[in-house]
């Protein structure tokens, strides 16, 4: 049986086992060899019997390589870890002095995207001249900053970023990467180490000053996700991590948990003499520089297509045959929508109150998403419906619009079920 037919196969018995038609393990599988998840608390319902039993129905040899191995992917901030490594590195860079100023003084060349109002309160606001700004303590040049990157807007309320298709593109995450000009990729990961020891050790709950903010100041690793990182890898699995944050920087967190550099996807800048530039790797049918698709939506599906499946070209940005797609992913936002669906047994959702991601998790139209609240400081349960019939998905230009099933019908607004204390 050649690598395609037993990927094929494989995925059947994915769906036959999940679906309670078969009971026995596949071929492959080693009953009482199989490794087995370590940590239960944590878990909601029979969650964690489910994800075992697709470990069980997949249980190959560790050895097993490329289209024999099945293949998990997992977002990253707020999925495996509590908090966002993204904020944990800008915070960092803006309390040590280590963003550069803008090519030519021109914050216009931060971002295509960037407004002219947002360019204007940033020169404005930060000082010219100087080889990295200093924000430690310049207060008026670190809000700027902090208020385009985590509001998408001025200080004054102007619109910060224009002109992107939402499905694609996340203007502010890219930013920050964006901001990355001019550093190397060793500088940019003793940075990331720095933030990643600091955020570790810091108390749960403890806030840091940015300017005159106040942001939350620490990060975990769940135990519970580490855990099943580590047993569908004992059990073959290509496990990877793709994130809307920087490449360089979830590449030294992804660690913590066994994965990779060469299994972490991220926000990846173009290079020049060694240093990063402002521009953006492209995927697809999207060129390096046009910097309009990012690990976003639609564009983690797109770059998972390519980096892990091979798909080149315009084909990398659609829905492949199922031979070609992850049997199991994890997430916890609408950002990971699109490759959650693309997953052929399970989806794990870990419940943060997120429109679209929920309603199709709660609509579970066939039967293969499972929803758990967080594992640290899980939300309350929402008091009212999520809007899928309405306004719950985002459509790329920015309206807001009912969430469609695959064959058209609405989903229904949904409950919130699955929630903390």
């Known amino acids: 049986m050649n690598p395609r037919t037993r990927r094929i196969a494989a995925v059947a018995a994915t769906v036959l086992a999940l679906s309670g038609m078969v009971t026995a393990s596949p071929a492959h599988a080693k009953p009482g060899k199989c490794p087995t998840l370590n940590v239960s608390e944590g878990w909601y319902g029979d969650n964690r019997a489910r994800l075992q039993r697709l470990i069980d129905t997949h249980c190959q040899d560790s050895g097993g390589k490329g289209a024999d191995r099945p ?25 040590n002095n280590r963003i550069r100023l803008p090519e030519n003084d021109d914050w216009t060349t931060t971002s295509r995207h960037l407004t002219p109002d947002a360019a204007a309160a940033l020169r404005a606001a930060c000082p010219t001249g100087v080889p990295t700004l200093p924000t430690a303590t310049d207060t008026r040049c670190a809000d700027e900053i902090l208020s385009v990157y985590a509001d998408g807007a ?27 000009r001019g550093w190397t990729t060793r500088q940019i990961a003793s940075f990331a180490e ?50 809307a944050s920087p490449e360089p920087v979830v590449d030294v967190w992804a660690r913590g948990v066994g994965v990779k550099p060469s299994h972490a996807l991220g926000i990846r800048n173009t290079t020049e003499h060694g240093r990063l530039t402002a521009r953006l790797k492209g995927c697809g049918s999207v060129p390096d520089g046009e910097d309009s698709m990012i690990t976003y939506i639609d564009g983690k599906r797109c770059w998972i297509n390519q980096e892990i499946f091979g ?50 998790a709660y609509d579970n139209s066939d039967g293969r998403w499972l929803v758990n609240p967080m594992f640290i400081e899980p939300k309350k349960r929402k008091p009212t419906p999520y809007p899928c019939a309405t306004t719950a998905y985002t459509a790329a230009d920015g309206t807001a619009q009912p969430v469609r099933r695959s064959d058209g019908t609405v989903v229904p607004d949904q409950w919130d079920s699955v929630s903390g204390p």
């Open 154 to 180: 001025t200080t004054t309320g102007r619109e910060a970023f224009a002109g992107f298709d939402h499905r694609r593109m996340e203007p502010g995450y890219a930013w920050l990467a964006q901001l990355l």
């Open 194 to 243: 720095a933030a990643r020891t600091e955020n570790l050790a810091a108390p749960i709950g403890t806030e840091q000053p940015v300017g005159i903010r106040k942001v939350t100041g620490w990060v975990r690793y769940y135990d519970q996700q580490r855990d099943l990182v580590r047993t569908l890898q004992k059990a073959g699995f290509d496990v990877w991590i793709v994130s």
């Open 71 to 95: 293949v998990a992917v997992f977002d990253w901030d707020n999925t495996v870890i509590k908090n966002d490594v993204g904020d944990a590195t800008m915070f960092w860079l803006l309390r």
């Open 311 to 360: 798909v080149r070209g315009p084909a990398a940005e659609r829905i492949q045959p199922a031979s070609r797609r992850q049997v199991f992913a994890a997430g916890d936002s609408d950002t990971d929508v699109s490759f959650l669906r693309d997953a052929t047994g399970l989806r794990l959702v870990l419940n943060r109150n997120k429109n679209e991601v929920m309603c199709r």
